[in-house]
Every structure is written in C-alpha cells, then in structure tokens.
C-alpha cells in the first residue's frame, strides 16, 4: 500500500547538518496499526509529515499503491492529502471560527463535494465518533477529548485510505486517552494507521506493529512487512476551492473580530467619503455652472454674419516706431483690415446643419427679408411693424417708408432641425397661452417684471397708453397677416413699384398667411436677460418661407434687371444699398446671419473646432469667420472646476493610499494570528492560490464593506452639507452623489483592497505547512 524507499531527509543549520531521516526504508500494509516509538528529535514526526506530504523528502522515493512521487508537483501532493490521507494532531488544530460540521467538512469542501453529501457525511463521522449529541455546539464549548473526536471525524469523513497520528493523546487524560485510543484502533480495521507517540504503554496495548526509531533510522520493526512489485494504481483527484467558500471562511473569521473589522472599515472608508464628498459637491457645482453656462448662451451665440470681423487681421496691437520721414503713409484702419465678407454658401449653410446634435440642438438661419405686416384695427387694415421703434417719430421718406411696408424688426427665436421648440422651452416660460408650434405662430417677449415695450405695441396697432395694464387675454390670439410681394406692390406706368393701399383687399388674398401671437413668454432665469427682446419674437422658420415666397415675385425681378436702380424710387444706388434693397425684397437667399447655440462651454468648444475645419485649406477669402461672444468668459471658466476637483480628489486619495498600506499591516496580521489555519487547511489539501484566494476574499470583504459604509456616510453627509451651503450661498441642492461615481468608488476600494492585501496573502500561501501547524 504505501513504501519508502532509501528517504533522506537533512536539515542544514550553520554548519550542523541533522539527520532527520537517514536512509529510511519502510513498507505498510493496507490495513494496519503501526506506532512509531522514540525519543524526541528522532526524526519520527518528520517521517509521519513526509508520509502526509507535508514534508519533502530529499532524496530515495515514497511510493503509494506502486506510483512513485519523485515527480509530484506542489498541487498533486495538495490532492494527494486531500483525498488519501487525514491528519489527528496533537493540539486538535481546529479552526476556531467554523463550527464543528463545517470543521468535519473543511476537507470535502476543498475537493467540491456537494453540500448535501458533505453535509451527510460530516454528520456520519461526527456520530461514529460519539458527538451525535454535540455536532451543533461551538467549538469553545467541547472539551479536550470531545476536540480531539472532531479531530478524527475530520480525518475520516472523507473517507481517506491512510490515517495519520501526531501525539493523539498528548493532551489527554489516561480515561480519555484510552477512549481515542480504542476510536482509533477500530478505524485501523478499515485503512492504514500511522501513530507517531511517547506512550510505549498506549502502542503495546493498542498497535498491532510497533516501529523504534532514532537518530533518523528505524532500529526495530514488530511486524515488517515486505511490499511486492505493483503496477501504478494510484490517481490523483485535484483539489479547487471555490471562491464561495473562501468568502464564507473569511466572512466567518471576520464576524469573530466585529470591533476590529469596524474598526478597519471605518479607516478605510476615509478616503472614499472624501472623494465622494468631493465628487458630489462638484456635480453639484457643475451642474450650477452649466446651467449659468446654458443661460449665458442663450444671450452669447456663435454668430456668422455676411460681413464678419478677423480678429487676426489687427494689427492696432503692434508696436510701432517713431517714423523720421517727412511722408505720410495713406492706410485702412485695424476695424477696416479685419472686415471680412463671408461666402456663406449653400455648401456652407448644410455643413452648418450637420453639427452633431449632442453639440446643439438650436441653430438659426435668419434671411434679411423684410415682411408687409397689415393688421385689422378698429373695422380697417392698416399697415403694421414688428419693430421697437417709435412709429410717431418716422418721417415720409423712402428709408421710412420701407422699413414701415416690409415690417422690419421683431426678434428672431431658432428650432431645431426637426421643428420641436427647444431653445423656447429651455430658456423661456409662458405666462400666457401656448408655445408656438409652427411658423407662423408668433410670441410676445416680455421683461421679468411683465413689462414689453411700448412701440411694439403700437407698431401691431394696438392703441396704448404708457404704464397701461392690458389683460393677457387681449393680447394673445391677436392676429397679423403677412402679404407676399406680389399683392403688396404695384407695377406703375413708369415701371416703377409702389405699396398699394387697398389692403382689405391684400387680406384675403390667396398667399396671405395669418400669424397668430399663441402666447406671452418670459425668461426663465433670474440671472439671466435671455436672448429675445421685448417685443414680437417669431422663428427663423418663417423668415424662409416668406423669402420663398417672394424670391420669384414681380418686384425681385424688375429690380434684378436693373441693379443699379431703386425700382420704387427711380434713384441711382451704389452696390451696398442696391443688395440692401434687393434682401429686404426678398431676391436674396443669402443668410443675412446664422447663429449657433451650444448648450454648455464645452459644447461650444466641440462646435468651433467643427466650424474651424471648414476653413482648414482654405485660402482668406474662401473662409467663413464667425464671431464668438461667449469666448472670453469660456477661457475664464473653461475647466476651472474640473481642475478644482482633480486638486481635491487629489489629496483625498492620499487617504486611499494610507488605507492600502493600513490593509496590508492588517491582512499580515491577519497571516501571522491564522498561521496555524494555514497549516490546516494544507494538511486538508488547500492549494497555495486556496490560501491566497482565502485571504484576498477576506480582503475583498473590507475593501467592499468600506466601500459601501464610505458611500453610505457621503450621501448622509450631502443632507448637511446642503442645509448649510443653502443658508449660505442661497444654493440649493448642491451636493448630488451621482450613483454612476458612488459605483465606481466601491468599486475603487474593493481593488485598491485587494491590492493591498495581496502580498501578504501571496506570503501565507508559501508557508511552509509543517513548520505552520507547529506554531503557537
């Protein structure tokens, strides 16, 4: 059954060399009682250890059913003691913190038993050897004998082929130690006994072979036994500990240690609760800042007119000497240099619309095409403007009698592309009516304290007194018609184009459309003027369609066929005012200006770059240049939280650090107080990555714990934390803990833990076993 074959087994200490096992060779039986007898130093426990595996020998060979081990590795010995051997120590070596089933059990559990089966067997040895009454009391309940019977239902619930004896009565009384004396010959009728022992009295009356031992050398056999030639029958059924049971042997090991695992949690939680603080009050401010950001756009648009300003065209900067020359140099101005007429082109408006929506959602194209607004006032059409100005104060001239016809003016509000009212919904609140829900629903823009001005008002015809209240109702649903060129202008003999006045009549013509003011609208914030003034405000969306309206009329033609003159006046024009006109008639589908509204700072700095690559290659005069309100307080601003946060997430994670080296000193602890688990559990066949995973379990427990407790106590903390900021900065609800980082944290803790802990954990799985279950 089992053979040693020449063993050497040497100890070097300085220049003493100890023969512990001077060329042993020995032979069991299958079924058999042996006792090892000799003084101690003899070597005998070393020769039991090297049987059990836990022990290498140096040289010859330990053969088992004819398969020689020469060659094992660390893990076929592991699976070696975990399925053919079971070990009763002298001192019991049972784990404290584990019942006295899950003691029986340990072996089984390292080899994947089921937990029904292990559970039954577990049962079985408890009451073969006489604790059917006391399997479900704690371990520091039993006595001396009573530990030592646990001891040996361990050793044989799985049902191992060899049984090893270390001092088994050492620590017994004479009645007891005849009790597990007779327990352990009755199990010898089934399987190989092996008893290292000081009592020659206990062997002679129990074993049925007794070994002498010293100096390394047996020096008398009882009973030899002579094993003959054997084919290889041995196999070896490798061991894995889940990682399930290395979290339940370390939770059960922490749960005996409360006030300390507290203690441990709570320190390292530290660093977590800064950061998360941290992390929370910056969400918080971010959130504050974007929306100020946001409200600061909505008046800061990125803005590309047809004439735009190069700012890297000045040169009023440039230092300039002294000059000596009796001379003048004639040359433009800086304002002058940096003018720059833009081509915005169809190619140029599409590669404006196809900014990623993520961007900006509200882009406006407005065209420069005035609009003939007539209202009904009082039974009668008459003419009407969108425009703030006083209209008592225009005098009869060409000038005036334009801006008076085509309705100049108002505030222009963008969409989206896909027509839904963002830009309004976001920035504006209606205190009257509805939002707008197509072009030619119109809005009436009014200051925070309900106030408009007051020209508007006149302008749409409706008669008004200053300081007068007006009812909403009286000024929602108040309709304007606009009149397309065609029905607005007659041809005279002369071939000139005048407004005709007959305008009942331009109301119910067929292209007529009716605008409609849907509702009063106010800006939201309160640090914030918005965008729109007060007034009329409509959508860029109807600019386009009164352009399409006219582009092709009566009156865009004649005036396109004579450039140079103004086909109402008769008077010569230069080029400036010539294409002035022509835009305000409607003959130019140029965009008088588009304006792009990124949500926050960092959107806008996404739509520049994309705006930029269009003039990438470019030559001067091909490039588009955009004018960008908000830059300055952008640079001001930009990142200037985010470098805020990094700082104090940079010295809250000092902490973190401390808790990794603080987890290390506790899990080394943690090694040295379980060095005799270590042992045991090796002796059941634990592997080395068993020991790490127990131990990094453990780990994983606290980091995780910490983590959680760590967010636990920053999301309490946000409660006063707030309260306070609120009484003192009028904020309110500034610090939100984002789950995504609440996540991450413990995620954070439960790694940097681990890591922690790891080394030491690598360290106890490389003790050495014997030298383990020796210590105290």
Do not use: C
Request: charged share 20%.
């Amino acid at each position: 059954m089992l053979e040693l074959k020449h063993i050497k087994k040497y100890y070097h200490v300085g220049d003493t060399v100890t023969k512990a096992q001077d060329d042993v060779s020995v032979a069991f039986r299958e079924k058999e009682f042996v006792a090892i007898l000799g003084p101690s130093g003899s070597g005998k426990t070393t020769m039991l250890n090297i049987i059990g595996g836990l022990d290498r020998y140096d040289s010859g060979d330990l053969l088992i059913k004819g398969k020689s081990t020469k060659g094992f590795k660390d893990a076929d010995w592991d699976a070696y003691r975990n399925n053919s051997v079971g070990f009763i120590f002298q001192s019991y070596n049972l784990i404290s913190h584990l019942g006295i089933i899950e003691n029986v059990e340990m072996g089984m559990t390292l080899s994947g038993v089921p937990a029904a089966t292990r559970r039954q067997k577990a049962e079985e040895a408890l009451i073969r050897v006489g604790l059917n009454q006391h399997m479900h009391k704690k371990i520091n309940q039993l006595s001396g004998g009573q530990m030592q019977r646990v001891a040996i239902a361990r050793a044989i619930a799985s049902d191992p082929e060899i049984l090893l004896a270390d001092e088994p009565t050492g620590a017994l009384d004479s009645e007891t130690s005849n009790e597990i004396m007779q327990l352990i010959k009755d199990l010898s009728k089934e399987r190989l006994v092996i008893m290292v022992t000081h009592n020659p009295e206990l062997a002679h009356q129990y074993a049925d072979r007794i070994i002498e031992f010293a100096d390394g050398k047996i020096q008398n056999d009882s009973h030899p036994h002579i094993e003959g030639a054997k084919a290889d029958n041995f196999k070896l059924t490798r061991t894995k500990m889940s990682y399930w049971t290395a979290l339940k042997l370390s939770w059960t090991n922490i749960r005996t240690k409360k006030g300390r695992t507290f203690l441990t949690v709570f320190a390292s939680s530290i660093g977590i609760i800064s950061i998360a603080i941290v992390l929370a009050l910056s969400n918080g401010f971010q959130k504050q800042i974007d929306k100020t950001q946001s409200e600061a756009m909505s008046s800061m648009p990125i803005t590309i007119s047809q004439v735009g300003s190069d700012t890297s065209a000045m040169t009023g900067t440039t230092t300039k000497k002294f000059s000596k020359a009796d001379t003048v140099t004639a040359e433009k101005s800086d304002a002058d240099k940096a003018q720059h007429v833009n081509k915005i082109t169809n190619k140029y408006i599409n590669y404006v619309k196809d900014i990623p929506a993520k961007y900006t959602k509200n882009i406006a194209i407005t065209y420069g095409t005035g609009m003939n607004l007539i209202r009904q006032v009082d039974g009668k059409y008459k003419t009407v403007s969108f425009s703030n100005s006083n209209p008592d104060s225009q005098t009869v001239d060409t000038a005036s009698m334009m801006a008076n016809a085509t309705g100049v003016g108002g505030s222009v509000y963008p969409i989206n592309s896909d027509g839904k009212q963002t830009f309004l919904k976001t920035y504006y609140k209606v205190i009257a009516g509805n939002y707008p829900k197509s072009a030619t629903d119109i809005v009436l823009v009014v200051n925070k304290d309900n106030s408009i001005n007051i020209n508007a008002l006149k302008n749409l015809g409706i008669s008004v007194k200053e300081n007068e209240k007006l009812d909403f109702d009286k000024l929602v649903s108040t309709t304007v018609k606009v009149v397309a060129n065609n029905d607005y202008y007659t041809k005279l003999p002369t071939g000139n184009f005048v407004p005709d006045n007959n305008y009942d009549g331009m109301a119910t013509k067929a292209n007529t459309k009716t605008l409609r003011v849907t509702g009063i609208i106010r800006v939201k914030s309160k640090n914030s003027d918005g965008l729109l003034a007060s007034g009329v405000a409509y959508s860029s969306q109807l600019t386009k369609e009164v352009l399409n309206t006219n582009k092709d009329s009566e009156i865009v033609k004649a005036q396109k066929a004579t450039p140079t003159k103004n086909i109402m006046t008769g008077q010569t024009m230069d080029a400036s005012t010539a294409n002035g006109l022509l835009t305000m008639l409607g003959g130019s589908s140029k965009p008088t200006t588009i304006q792009i509204y990124p949500t926050t700072f960092k959107d806008k700095d996404h739509v520049l770059n994309y705006l930029d690559k269009y003039n990438k290659g470019k030559n001067k005069n091909d490039k588009v240049i955009y004018t960008d309100l908000a830059g300055t307080v952008s640079d001001m601003t930009g990142g200037l939280m985010d470098a805020i946060t990094y700082v104090l997430i940079a010295f809250a994670a000092i902490s973190l650090i401390t808790s990794m080296i603080m987890i290390s000193i506790i899990t080394y602890t943690s090694v040295i107080e379980r060095t005799k688990e270590i042992g045991v559990l090796k002796a059941l066949g634990a592997r080395k990555r068993d020991i790490t995973r127990v131990f990094n379990a453990e780990t994983f427990i606290l980091g995780f714990g910490a983590g959680l407790f760590g967010i636990a106590v920053a999301y309490l903390a946000t409660f006063p934390i707030n309260s306070v900021l609120a009484n003192v900065t009028g904020l309110n609800g500034v610090a939100v803990l984002n789950p995504m980082h609440a996540i991450v944290l413990v995620l954070v803790s439960t790694v940097l833990t681990i890591l922690g802990g790891h080394i030491p954990a690598r360290m106890a799985a490389k003790k050495d076993a014997a030298i383990a279950l020796r210590s105290e």
